[in-house]
Every structure is written in C-alpha cells, then in structure tokens.
DNA sequence: GTACTTTTACTCGGATACCGTCTGTCCGAGTAATTATGG
DNA sequence: CCATAATTACTCGGACAGACGGTATCCGAGTAAAAGTAC
C-alpha cells in the first residue's frame, strides 16, 4: 500500500508548468529530462492530468502543455485524484456479510464507516496545499535553485 | 494505492478470537473456514498478528490462537501495522534532489511533510477504534448474528 | 509572391513487456496431546 | 498399571507459482507549424 511515484512527478511537473508566461508551452520531452523520469511513460502521465483539466496540450510542432488553471487553484489532492484515480483506499471484500449471513448487502463491514473517514481525513491534508503554496515554499527554501528554473523555463519555453 | 484485503481478515479474525473464554484457543483452520478465507495463505495472516503480539499460539494437538492483549487494547491500527506493515503511506523519489541539484539529501521534497502530516491524520483515526467497541457494534447492530457467532465459537474452541 | 506539398516536431492512444507485490499452494520441521504397545 | 513408543493434529517457516497493477517501451495516427516547391 504505497502511493504512486507518478504523483510525485506530476506535482513537480504542474510546479514548473507554473513557471510558464501567458500563451507559452513547454514539451513534455523537456519536462522528462528535467524530471530525470522515462519520457514515454511521464507522458502518460501528462495525458491523465489532461483528462483531469489540470494542464492543456496543444499538438503540433511548437506544440506542448501549459496550465489550465490558475495555480492557487490546483490542489495537491487534484493531482493525486488525476493519477491515482478515484476510488478509495479502503474496499470491503464483504467478508462480514458470508460469515453472519446478512441478506442486507449494502454497509455489511464494520470497516467501512471508519476507513471512509480514515480517508476523509487524510484527503483534507492534502486539499490544502496548492501549487501556489508549494511554490512560495520552493523560492523560500531554495531562492537561488527557483530562479535556475524559472530561467531554464524561459530557455525552454515555446511560443 | 489500496489497502491489502488481509486487513479486513485480521481484523475479523480477531474480533472472533476475542469472544473465546479464557485459556480456550481457536485453530487457524476453523477462523479461516468461518471467514471463507484461503486456509494456508490466512495461517500466514495470523503469524503476522503473532510476530505484532496481538496473538499467541500455541502448538501441537489441541493448539492454535488466542488473543494476546486485551479487546479494549487492541486497536485497528495495530491490526493495520501488523499486516501492512510500518512503511509510510508516501515515500519520495528524490526527483526534486537531482532537478534542483541539492546537496542536502535529507528532505529535499517538497511533498513528504504533507504526506506526513496526512498519513497521521489518517493514523489517528484507526487508532480511536478497538476490538472492543467494535465487538459492541457488532452487538448492537446484528445482536442475534453475534450469538450465532458466540455459539460456534463456544463449539469449536478447544481446552 | 502566392498556393500547394512535404517535412518536421509535437500530442494521442493502443498494444505489449517487465517487474515487484499480494495472494495462494505445497512441503518439511517442530511441538504436544492422544493413542498404542510392551512389560 | 505404568513406562515408552507411535500416531495425530496442530503451528511454523521457507520455497514457489499465479494474478495483478505500476512502470516502461514501442508504434502508428493525428495535428499544426515550418520549410520546400511550382507557377
């Protein structure tokens, strides 16, 4: 039971999507290398989070992905919903209701009510930090390796 | 990301463990028949409770399990570790180490202290509930199923 | 110089392979109660 | 009847096979800008 290495990468990649001016793109190849993640499969990657209206693509040459929201608006819980999908940590097999023999077969686990808010909890940490947060926190820690990335970013940049 | 199905089983398990009177034991074979588990693959379940201490075991003819701790002492969560393990929920690739070029490689992400903090939170919320309150709940919600349990356990437990 | 074609550099989506983990099965060893055996 | 041996019914732990999901690679198709070509 371990989260996806893929959310983390996708969290850093909307971060330097973030750093792009209005109308501009970046390749995914490009985020890829920066990343130091597998091109191909980091594109899928890019496409769940396109599915999700996080980011939009534009084909083409100069073609590429940019941010579709703003990034006060792009919670760490979005992009884990993007990769992870939606279904829940916690899901009964039903054991309960073959060992008592309960016809009702609807909440016949006795897990299912705390799991729920288990995860509820869990998923509200994560719905408070956004992309604009986790940016502010990135220029406090590492002033100096931000600007190298925001200046890679224009290097990179298309359009 | 989804949590193993032997949690569900253990936490059963024991729940049925916890109605023997004392002294008694419950063979694996019998729990695993009760649930409608694989009976070698759930023995494997129940020494992972053993090596957590929530069990005891005793062999030879005659053997098999008894609740180690009290029912109010056993929580979900220490269910939970046993079977899933103590790694944490989130573990970090260290991307963000090689694109920022940090030399500090102890907490170079940006993520892990809110994942931190989430996983707690979920923590916390497996730990409020134990064997004993869900024993109660079993009681209050299906009390006549939880008779018809007590009565097999009062006919399969052994000593 | 304009209209058209070709090339190029991207995204998109499916098919497929690899690998680690969870699940499940099997076997031999250890243990202790029961039963069988011999005096 | 008592002591000892054999059987029985468990737990214990390792080895191993199968299923499944996450990771990773490859390929053809679509798209649009740029470059080339013809008139």
Redesign the interface.
Known sequence: ?????GV??S??AI?ILQMLPDKAVLPGEAISQ????SSTYFQKLLRKLVSADLITSVPGVKGGFKLKKKPENIR?YDIYLAI?GK?S?????G??C?????EEVDQC???TG??E???S??????K??TIAT?YE??KKD?PE?AE??QAWVQEKKVL
Chains 1, 2 share one sequence.
Do not use: N, P
């Open positions: 039971m371990q989260m996806k290495t983390e990468q969290v850093y971060l920066q990343l130091g993640a760490v992870e279904q940590l916690y899901c009964s097999s054991v309960l073959d060992m008592l023999a309960l686990c006795l897990l705390l799991m808010e288990a995860e909890s869990w998923k509200a940490v994560l408070r930090e986790l926190k990135t590492y390796k190298m990335l």
